[in-house]
């Protein structure tokens, strides 16, 4: 299977770090043997048919060098060429997310879908503003598109409602989709300390971003709510569709006077057919989503099993990396079996 | 997909409840139309060609009557003749389990196999006495073998651990696998009630069981830390390999006294290529297995995906419906595949 990584920050080199540590295990589980023919960075690419050597790529990189750097690289190669030009099976797009326009990842994945190529994306961007456009395209293509690392990081939430739990109708979806956010509200039940104070902690750990926005106004949360109601109930939800409330609101008089009645402060997102929800909730302790720290939950509420959750880490890149070989390999299955 | 149900008790009338629920969805779905061409419970077989009946045979039954009162039906036909005299694609075998000697199920299993028919079972019995025999039994009569429902529930924790995180070395599995001792340690630790007045409530409650010691003494969670250490690690794990350790010594004073300080009892089962054992842990608080009341919950411990734990109803006909269905689309899927 020849692959094509489009993005090579955090995403890229853990999935590159993966592929180096699995390649002998891809091999002797699943006959699947894997050669990366070409990568790109925003400052060009590293191409090279019979294998572009990862380890040396990620010492030029961790070196402080470029992409480009990499013998024989080539500075200022757009990313459309690369994905046009390198005969591929599987192109990764994992470029930045950009949540009003979709692009660089949108005009990306257009293109290797329409050159034939599977896409595997960890891009919430492309999702949240084409993703009835895409599988369509994708359809269209006949090609195969994945994006379980998109949601929930390492938990692979859309292939077991899709999947797994095929027998049943799925009804609801609720989920803790937001690692900071969890992170900071259990910080703040446990301690009582103010929100702020606890922001400025989460930032200088590296778990909030400088600009936090996105992850405390909750709307990180509502693209991810889009791409489980697209993929898992059907719907042709946008960003706009979800009713929005983030965390700076929250007080630790809120959250210690849930844990005293047995409850937990959590900002959860919601997906049923009549409504797009983000806001923080009371969920009781015991519960699935009472999950603290950074990690992540969603809940499915079905007419067979009720309810079934899956917890795991939303983010860091080995654990996205779990998600982008496990779509891999479900593509190796499911084109092998044709 | 012609279908045998051989047990009629509350799972095998949950299936046909389910099957009559579901045969339209089944059919736009997934292109599966099933049709269930016999039944069998302990007093005989009723059998047809043409489809069961499966709305009156519920009546029947409901009405206090047995599966061999459906019109036709014969007396003491043993499930094995059932078994390989009846055309079938699949034999779903749900009779009651029996840890000592698997049966009736292991035979049930080992003919259909023989006979050609994929097996589809809830019965730990078979499993935990002749796991690797019946799996090698699959692959040479070139069956598929689906046995979802016999740990969890509904939750679907093997094909989870096989299929949707294949890009992972699974390294340990930990579980609160009994609903009814997760019941009697959730109410316990609420409201500080010793162990055998909760007993006696859970067993007018129908929760527990007349002889609870199955359940109590944690063997029920032994045989299902059996089945995932076989099924997911690869292990050849036998019930006398697990060391047990049930909850009848668990005081409300340890409960509180973990709750007081962040920490909830719960009865943990434990598989790792090292060590297999049942017995209570305390577990934090927002940590996924320390779910309440009847939930099961399961953790997989991976290299690239850290933890991911999943949790859902482990008992129940409805939620054992939905994984022996789920099993069933999931055949379906890949022999058409073939």
Do not use: W
Not at 23 to 28: I, T, V
Not at 182 to 196: A, H, Q
Not at 208 to 224: F, M, Q, R, S, Y
Not at 260 to 265: L, M
């Amino acid at each position: 299977m020849r692959l094509v990584l489009i993005g090579f920050g955090n995403l890229g080199r853990g999935l590159a770090r993966a592929l180096l540590d699995k390649g002998r295990a891809l091999h002797s589980s699943y006959g699947l043997r894997t050669k990366v023919v070409a990568v790109v960075d925003e400052y060009g690419a590293a191409v090279d048919d019979g294998g572009v050597n990862l380890r040396r790529l990620l010492q030029i990189v961790e070196g402080g060098g470029q992409v480009p750097d990499y013998p024989g690289g080539k500075r200022e190669k757009p990313a459309v060429e690369v994905i046009e030009e390198v005969e591929a099976d599987v192109v990764f797009e994992l470029t930045p997310t950009n949540i009003e326009t979709g692009e660089p990842g949108l005009t990306h994945i257009q293109r290797a879908m329409r050159a034939g190529r599977h896409v595997i994306t960890s891009n919430k961007g492309p999702l949240v503003v084409a993703f009835s456009e895409l599988e369509r395209l994708a359809e269209e293509s006949e090609v195969e598109f994945r994006y379980s690392a998109s949601v929930g990081g390492a938990i692979p939430v859309i292939d077991l409602a899709k999947n797994l739990l095929a027998g049943n109708e799925i009804r609801a979806i609720r989920g803790v989709l937001n690692g900071t956010t969890n992170y900071i509200l259990t910080r703040m039940s446990k301690e009582g300390v103010p929100f702020d104070v606890v922001l400025r902690e989460a930032q200088e750990l590296g778990i909030a971003e400088k600009d936090p926005t996105l992850d405390v106004d909750g709307i990180d949360a509502a693209c991810k709510v889009v791409i489980l109601a697209n993929a898992i109930l059907g719907m042709d939800a946008k960003l706009a569709d979800v009713k929005v409330t983030g965390i700076r609101n929250v007080t630790p008089e809120v959250t210690k006077l849930a844990r005293e009645t047995g409850y937990t402060v959590k900002l959860v997102g919601v997906a049923k057919p009549d409504l797009l929800e983000v806001a923080p909730k009371l969920v009781p302790l015991g519960h699935p989503l009472a999950v603290g720290g950074t990690l992540n939950a969603v809940t499915l509420e079905m007419d067979l099993a009720r309810e079934i959750s899956i917890t795991g880490f939303g983010a860091g890149p080995r654990e996205t990396a779990s998600a982008l070989i496990g779509d891999m390999i479900s593509i190796h299955r499911s084109v092998g079996a044709r």
